[in-house]
């Protein structure tokens, strides 16, 4: 099921390493190791203690432990669970409280006895922290220690919440949250205002006593740290790098987040490589990026001296080699997304009939499309293509409390206005009612469905602000609402067939020439990861329909990692003025996090990627890699 690393990486990786080809593959496989450690214990009347994590990272795993609770009988009688940490405030009841989050994922749904859960409190007062901190340690070596560790990892490479600087030996304490893990939560707590300041979590050293540690981790995002963790060396600055110093430590990891290791990145230093278009074109340019030289300027020397001297043997010599690629890359650019209508497109990346095309452009959340790929959009329609931009949730988690308050009172205080108020009775009831739930809710209640209706229709209005911004009019933006969402939270939705179905009736209506989505290489327990995962799904229900085996799907990256220039199949070209056009379009979204209002930074970066392989100038170009459907 999985690559094990092979002998060669190891002088590179110094954890053990599996990268599984999905996130449920590798959480199907640890499920059935604590399956079998939990009966072998059973059989002699022994416990277990398992070490759980948060996140939605073990999400995939704590359902397959519920299905082998439900379907085979696994009971957890004789589990004794230890959580890693929690947010420091928050009582078990908070919606966001990890106590929470166990209890809603996993612990509601086993049969594991209560006295049995163990997790930090978020609510013990200052003076009472240390014993509290000591008391949890004492817990643990009293019942044996951890038998088995599981572990997500933070974008600040902290296990638990062992920020930056965690000492190697650091025990169960309270600590402060890192800027970065405050920002990534800011979509839970709806702003990253709402972010508790501090948690309490087991130290570096806590979890290193655990027996055995797995630590998983799924999505692009999460590949620059995989790889310091696993790859770098021993430090306090990556906490999951302490890893490396543990006889019994493992990363479980998919392909998305293997993508930095340097087996898979530049697998010509680890072993023998089979040399496809793709792998010979990453070769060319990590080459030319290496060498600081355009891809035309590089020499038979360079190739021989970076590890690359069976690619030159196999493809060379380096003049020819050179030009093949650079003529690949160049074909990538074009100012026709869409195709050019009536010109060889023999090297373009899209073909030139039908034209125009039916264009739909997939966007998990309201704003994603737009953020990424707004001056695509924009080219598409005025190169006479029919273009939708479809909304597929409705996003209404990221609407803070603030605006939704301030569009209630605006709506309220127009009663007050207009000429016939009596005749405002409905709006002002709603707003009147949408008033009284903010301020009854709190600050971090779950809202209710008026206010996630409410906080939808804000969103509408800025995508349809922002589509109009990229020349898209009004009737040609759908909202779709998937019901996913609407039931879900962050880190917890989870897709159904009515997901699926409501996709494939709208694919059904549209017959698109070309699909714009992204997602693919996202963790796939969030938005964009579950959006991909119906997309696919649709497609397969709809693949003997003559107008899916004619539609082409285009692939663009929102928040995850940008492509890199060998995985770029279509490149559209923009200049100073679209992009600033680009600029004011994001501008009309109140929601917007400061990852995704530097897209346009983004794109200058794929600007100087093709200028620096020795390809045109241009100010800024958003990517696209074509899907290749198995
Ligand atoms: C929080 C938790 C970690 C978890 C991390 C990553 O910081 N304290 O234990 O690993 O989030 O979360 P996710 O799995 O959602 O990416």
């Known amino acids: 099921m999985s690559t094990t690393r092979r002998s060669a990486a190891e002088a590179y990786e110094k954890t053990n390493t599996r990268i599984f080809p999905s996130s449920g593959a590798a959480a199907k496989e640890l499920a059935a190791e604590v399956r079998k450690l939990i009966e072998e214990r059973a059989k ?120 930056p600087g965690s000492s190697r030996d650091s025990l169960t304490r309270r600590i402060t949250l890192d800027r970065v893990t405050r920002q990534d939560a800011a979509a839970d707590f709806r702003g990253e205002e709402n972010v508790p300041h501090f948690a309490i979590t087991m130290g570096v050293g806590t979890i290193l006593r655990g027996k055995k540690l797995v630590l998983m981790a799924w999505g692009d995002n999460k590949a620059d740290m995989v790889a310091k963790a696993v790859e770098g060396p021993m430090t306090e600055a990556i906490s999951a790098s302490f890893l490396q110093g543990h006889a019994d430590a493992h990363f479980y990891i998919d392909t998305g987040a293997s993508r930095e290791l340097t087996r898979i990145k530049l697998p010509w230093l680890v072993g023998p490589v089979s040399w496809t278009p793709r792998e010979t074109r990453r070769a060319v340019c990590w080459q030319a990026f290496q060498t600081k030289r355009p891809v035309l300027k590089l020499i038979d020397e360079h190739y021989n001296e970076h590890g690359l001297s069976d690619l030159l043997s196999e493809q060379g010599p380096a003049y020819q080699l050179n030009i093949r690629i650079f003529n690949q890359m160049q074909h990538t650019i074009t100012g026709w997304p869409g195709g050019k209508p009536n010109e060889d497109d023999t090297y373009r990346p899209e073909r030139a009939s039908p034209y125009p095309k039916r264009c ?67 709006q002002t009831a709603y707003a009147r009612e949408a008033l009284r739930l903010l301020e009854e809710k709190g600050e971090f209640g779950e809202d209710p469905p008026l206010i996630r209706q409410l906080k939808a229709l804000i969103l509408r209005g800025e995508l349809r602000d922002a589509a109009h911004a990229c020349s898209v009019s009004t009737e040609r933006v759908v909202f779709m609402d998937l019901p996913f969402y609407e039931q879900g939270r962050y880190r917890r939705f989870k ?136």
Request: glycine share 8%; with cysteine.
């Open 44 to 163: 002699q009347s022994k416990h277990v203690v398992l070490g759980m994590a948060t996140g939605s990272t073990p999400v995939p795993f704590y359902r397959e432990l519920i299905r082998l609770h439900k379907e085979e009988k696994l009971s957890f009688k004789n589990v004794i669970t230890f959580n890693l940490d929690e947010y420091y405030g928050l009582g078990a009841d908070h919606p966001e409280s990890y106590a929470r989050f166990m209890a809603d994922q996993i612990f509601d749904h086993i049969d594991i006895p209560k006295e049995n859960i163990n997790i930090p409190s978020g609510k013990v007062t200052s003076d009472q922290v240390f014993a509290h901190c000591r008391d949890y340690e004492e817990k643990i070596d009293s019942l044996g220690g951890i038998d088995l560790q599981i572990l997500g990892i933070g974008r600040t490479g902290h296990i638990g919440f062992n920020e």
């Open 360 to 426: 739909l452009v997939l966007s998990p959340e309201p704003q994603d499309a737009v953020v990424a790929m707004g001056s695509t959009i924009e080219r598409l329609g005025e190169q006479g293509n029919d273009v939708h931009i479809v909304a597929m949730t409705s996003g209404n988690l990221r609407v803070s409390d603030s605006e939704a308050d301030k569009f209630a009172g605006t709506l309220q205080e127009l009663a007050g206005v207009v000429e016939n108020p009596a005749a405002w009775g409905p």
């Open 495 to 630: 897709s159904t067939e009515a997901d699926v179905e409501a996709l494939v009736e709208l694919l059904r209506e549209h017959k698109p020439h070309q699909i714009y989505a992204t997602g693919d290489a996202a963790d796939p327990s969030s938005v964009s990861g579950l959006c991909f995962k119906v997309l696919s799904a649709a497609l397969k229900v709809c693949a003997a329909e003559e107008w899916a085996a004619n539609c082409s799907i285009w692939l663009y990256r929102g928040k995850e990692k940008a492509l890199e220039p060998h995985e770029i199949d279509m490149a559209i070209p923009l200049s100073p003025m679209q992009l600033e056009r680009k600029a004011r379009a994001l501008s009309r979204y109140g929601s917007l996090s400061s990852l995704e209002l530097a897209s346009p930074e983004s794109n200058r970066q794929n600007a100087r990627n093709y200028d620096a392989l020795g390809l045109a100038e241009y100010e800024a170009i958003e990517c696209f890699q074509k899907w290749r459907r198995a």
